[in-house]
């Protein structure tokens, strides 16, 4: 079929189904949803079988659902309605939810399905859910839908699968109707008010006397509680009793939560309200504050953004390292965190360290929030804090291409984009699961050359120079790569689960395994040979220059493309168009995009 995305923005679902409805064989093109007449313009240039839409903010038009058949994703089961879906569900503590195919028609999320699939809902923020179940099952309901698509076809068939209506239309979620009142709700009240609204809009409430939003909230343990019960049982709710890594630990009615990032209100009028750590939002009251670090190694209650625990036997121990980053992104502070965590576990008698990353990503790159809000700063620049944080996160590469005694695998639990891409390829082994997307470029940040040595990782895994070949193709493609296509490019080695539920048993396993096989010292051995005869060819810092070099001209360069994107990025400002190497149906025939497959 000949399939024209249509959606608001190329968000995680969009990214995923565009990877799976080209896997099964379709001819895929994209149109940013911005305004009917480029719609219009869209569907007579692309001339689709059908019109999908994962993630709209406006109704299609008449005009073109009307004359062509336009499915929408809507993210709750049949019958439900509204843009609020997912924040309704959470915040009503529904435990099994859904996502249903229907076709546009003139009345909002109530035209005729064509499929749904349900999913268990999970503890989890609205953002990790929609990235994980709502995606998951919004592939199984498209698959189904299109497989009762016949040409020319402008009606589901009957199918007695569909369940009776399980929802209802439900209007937008207000600001006030979830605002946290520290003083009046407990404390799940909050945690699920926060979770119903991150990552976006944040639930409004007030920290140290500064309206802000909030966002990454996690519980806290009854260990640390105790530590902190004198402060508690004198404090307000509301009060700041501590800190760790980015978060603060505030006072609840009835214990306390961790918080780990705000939007504390713009720097200046025109400026975008940046989500940061709570500690830099708050740094004054944050610096006053007691910090409750805890070991690397700690209990599963114990929240912390980094988490260290080891399996097997003596022999053949295995080292499982968690970097759990709220969104992925890895500021200057946690790539120096991830570094220091790298040094400790490295002393460790373990044969094999895996990189389990986070549970939403593995990692996005450099932190583009903390970075825009160094622009703000009197005694700093964006520049000075993209150089600072790029060559902290090639620290971090570093010291794991250096990781010569013991062979390291990335695990990929969530999706992994530009620089946090990159950083898995430094392992010697990557795997994943069939959910997992994968952005391995860089060109979509205002034209970001990249680093991570990538120029030596990338060319090592699927062979060529960096600017040539399939490195160029994967560079230049500038497109999402589902699992099954890294494999046969050579990113990825292994799949070992259908979904993320699985992939954390199987990875263990297949790690246990490995770290067991009678010819593991045999590969290590092998490695640290291979790793010195390629810096014999060309040291590791000479990589590092040259791509450094590239990037201080992004940073510092005439060209302020790369700030430009930047600021775009964080300030989630609305496309204008949709770029050329999405559209292919505005790309004249010989100028399409040098794509991967
Ligand atoms: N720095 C700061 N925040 C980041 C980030 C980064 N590098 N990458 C993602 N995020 C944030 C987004 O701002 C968004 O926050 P929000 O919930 O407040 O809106 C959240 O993470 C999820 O990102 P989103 O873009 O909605 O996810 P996606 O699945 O649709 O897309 C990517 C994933 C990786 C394609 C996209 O996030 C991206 O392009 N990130 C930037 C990658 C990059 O250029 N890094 C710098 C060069 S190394």
Redesign the pocket.
């Known amino acids: 079929m000949k399939i024209l995305l249509l959606t608001h ?1 190329f ?2 679902l969009a ?1 995923r189904l565009h990877v799976e409805l080209r896997e099964w064989g379709h001819e895929v093109t994209v149109e940013f949803d911005i305004a009917d007449a480029v719609t219009e313009e869209a569907v007579t240039l692309a001339r689709p079988d059908l019109v999908l839409a994962p993630f709209m903010k406006r109704r299609i038009p008449e005009s073109v659902w009307s004359r062509h058949l336009c499915l929408v994703v809507h993210p709750g089961p049949p019958g439900d309605g509204g843009p609020s879906a997912l924040d309704h569900a959470i915040l009503a503590g529904e435990r099994d939810w859904g996502v249903t195919v229907l076709q546009a028609t003139g009345e909002l999320d109530a035209g005729p399905v064509w499929a749904w699939s349900p999913f268990t809902m999970r503890e989890a923020c609205k ?1 990790d859910l929609y ?1 994980r179940e709502v995606v998951d099952a919004a592939v199984r309901a498209v698959r189904a839908a299109l497989a009762r698509w016949r040409p020319g076809c402008s009606a589901p068939m009957p199918s007695p699968e569909l369940p009776a209506r399980r929802g209802c239309w439900q209007p937008p979620v207000t600001a006030a109707e979830r605002a946290v009142d520290w003083a009046r709700d407990d404390t799940e009240t909050v945690l699920r008010r926060i979770r119903s609204a991150d ?2 809009p944040g639930v409004q409430a007030q920290l140290a006397g500064r309206a802000c939003r909030l966002y990454d909230a996690h519980r806290v343990s009854a260990t640390t509680l105790g530590a902190v019960l004198t402060a508690v049982s004198q404090a307000a709710p509301g009060a700041l009793l501590a800190r760790r890594g980015p978060a603060l630990l505030v006072r609840t009615r009835d214990a306390a939560l961790w918080i780990g990032h705000v939007r504390a209100g713009a720097a200046a009028p025109g400026r975008p309200e940046l ?1 940061l750590a709570a500690t830099r939002a708050f740094a004054a009251e944050a610096a006053a504050l007691p910090e409750l670090a805890v070991p690397l190694e700690h209990p599963d209650d114990e929240w912390d953004e980094l988490r260290y625990c080891e399996l097997g036997p003596a022999g053949a121990r295995v080292g499982w390292l968690e970097f759990d980053f709220h ?3 890895m500021s200057t502070r946690q790539c120096e965190r991830l570094r220091a965590a790298l040094d400790e576990v490295r002393a460790r008698p373990t044969r094999l360290l895996v990189l389990a990353g986070g549970a939403g990503f593995f990692g ?6 903390d970075i825009e809000a160094a622009a703000d700063a009197e005694d700093d620049s964006a520049a000075d804090a993209s150089w600072r944080n790029i060559n902290a996160i090639d620290d971090v590469a570093l010291a794991l291409i250096g990781l010569t005694d013991r062979l390291v695998v990335a695990a990929l639990r969530g ?1 992994a ?3 946090g891409c990159f950083l898995a390829l430094a392992a010697d082994e990557v795997w994943a699961h069939a959910g997992v997307v994968l ?1 391995p470029h ?1 060109k ?2 205002g034209n ?1 050359y ?1 680093s991570e040595y990538w120029t030596y990782l990338l060319p090592r895994r699927v062979g060529g120079a960096p600017d040539d070949g399939a490195c160029r193709r994967i560079m230049q493609g500038r497109l999402p790569i589902g699992v099954h296509e890294a494999r046969a490019l050579g990113l990825v080695d292994r799949c070992l689960a259908d979904e993320a539920a699985s992939f954390d048993a199987a990875a263990q396993a297949a790690a246990l395994e490995l770290a067991a096989a009678p010819g593991l010292a045999g590969r290590i051995a092998a490695k640290a040979r291979r790793r010195a005869a390629d810096e014999a060819v060309k040291p590791l810092a000479q990589y590092r220059a040259e791509e450094l070099g590239r990037m201080q001209r992004n940073f510092y360069g005439f060209d302020p493309s790369y700030h430009v994107a930047r600021h775009h ?2 300030a ?1 400002k609305p496309q204008a168009w949709t770029p050329r190497h999405l559209a292919v149906h505005r790309a004249p025939a010989a100028a399409q995009p040098d794509a991967p497959r």
């Open positions: 923005l968000n995680s990214q953002g990235r990552g976006a989500k969104n992925g992104a996005n790159g450099i932190h583009l929030h999706n984009g530009a620089g952005n860089y979509n940040m970001l990249g990025f964080v989630r």
